[in-house]
């Protein structure tokens, strides 16, 4: 008999909808999920399925911008690979039991290559994790996604608000993020040495 899961609280993952009425899954699982094509982007929590409505226009264009000049910068100098939103990320060797995410962009560096099964999961936390909210999403639930994140070990997050025209910068350590504006700069730091991206370019 398939042991099915009541909700547990919200704080599991607030910045999504857990589904009701469902098994708990481990990241196999997950992977051979079909999600029946119904508009909703999923991810896998402690086991639990949760749900986020699709991106919208606005949110699509931001992420294709940002996907397309980080991987054109990335690629012509060999520093790593970047992964579009449909990537699932497999958080199990970072402590994270039967946890995937799917940042709207990621990327690792060149030298995690080797771990990568063409066939699995990425067996890590992205180096860097980009997330654009939706207008259902609000900062204290992104903020306990970038918690998520950074226990894993990601090291950069942007959290990109479309309508508010801002950015969330995440570091490890920090508390509260700095927010860019629209005249502010995103840095890739030394995740992504050398890449700027205006932030105003993103909402063009």
């Known amino acids: ?48 399925l949760v749900r986020m409505v699709g991106s919208r226009p606005r949110a699509n264009n931001v992420t294709m911008r940002l996907l397309v000049a980080l991987s054109t910068y990335v690629t012509a100098r060999g520093l790593g690979q970047v992964t579009p939103p449909d990537a699932v990320y497999d958080f199990e060797n970072t402590g994270q039991k039967d946890t995937g995410l799917l940042p709207d962009v990621g990327f690792y560096r060149a030298e995690r290559e080797p771990l990568v099964d063409p066939d699995e999961a990425y067996p890590f936390a992205p180096d860097l994790a980009v997330e654009v909210a939706s207008p259902t999403q609000y900062r204290p639930g992104m903020k306990a996604k970038t918690a998520r994140y950074l226990a894993g070990g990601t090291s950069l997050i942007w959290v990109v608000w479309p309508k508010r ?23 890739g730091e030394d995740i992504v040495p050398g890449f700027t991206y205006p932030v105003a370019d993103l909402f063009v």
Request: proline residues 10%; glycine residues 10%.
């Open 1 to 48: 008999m398939t042991t099915m899961h009541k909700s547990p609280p919200q704080l599991l993952a607030p910045w999504a909808e857990i589904v009701p009425e469902t098994p708990r899954m481990t990241i196999t699982d997950f992977l051979d999920y079909s999600d029946g094509k119904d508009g909703y982007r999923y991810e896998l929590v402690d086991g639990i």
């Open 165 to 187: 025209r801002q950015v969330d910068v995440w570091r490890p350590g920090a508390v509260e993020p700095t927010t860019l504006g629209s005249g502010g700069t995103l840095d």
